[in-house]
């Protein structure tokens, strides 16, 4: 599957839950982000989950720009589906590693560079009786 990855802007963050199941403590936290949809504004609820995802989260507040990379699952039970996008990533979006653009030619002014001579009539090969191609 490609890589799902939303910019937009922290616009909630939700209170910190915490519990206890057969695999031990576990840590959550939701956040609302805020992106652009074409024309509209639209809003997507974003879980945390695990001390490090929750910390990584704690480094960001309302109203940062931040770029999410996210999966999506979805669960069943009695009969209802609850879907979760559940976060693996988030940076700032004016931090996000770009290719740096290639080094400007150099140029230099003056004399021009050596160049080989154009080829003269001496140069061509010898005629003979088996290249006779009108063109």
């Known amino acids: 599957m490609a890589a799902l990855e939303l910019e937009g802007k922290i616009s909630r963050k939700e209170a910190k839950q915490s519990g206890q199941s057969a695999r031990g403590a576990w840590v959550k936290q939701d956040f609302i982000l805020e992106y652009q949809d074409g024309n509209y504004p639209a809003e997507v609820c974003f879980t945390s989950f695990g001390n490090d995802k929750v910390a990584e989260l704690d480094k960001y507040q309302v109203g940062?720009?931040?770029?999410?990379s996210f999966n999506l699952r979805a669960r069943e039970f009695n009969g209802r589906w609850y879907n979760d996008v559940r976060v693996w990533r988030i940076s700032p979006v004016n931090q996000v590693q770009t290719a740096a653009p290639a080094p400007a030619p150099q140029v230099t002014y003056g004399a021009m560079p050596e160049q080989a001579p154009a080829p003269?009539?001496?140069?061509?090969?010898a005629e003979d009786g088996f290249n006779d191609l009108p063109f």
Do not use: G, R, T
């Open 64 to 68: 940062d720009e931040v770029k999410v």
């Open 120 to 125: 003269s009539i001496d140069d061509m090969p």
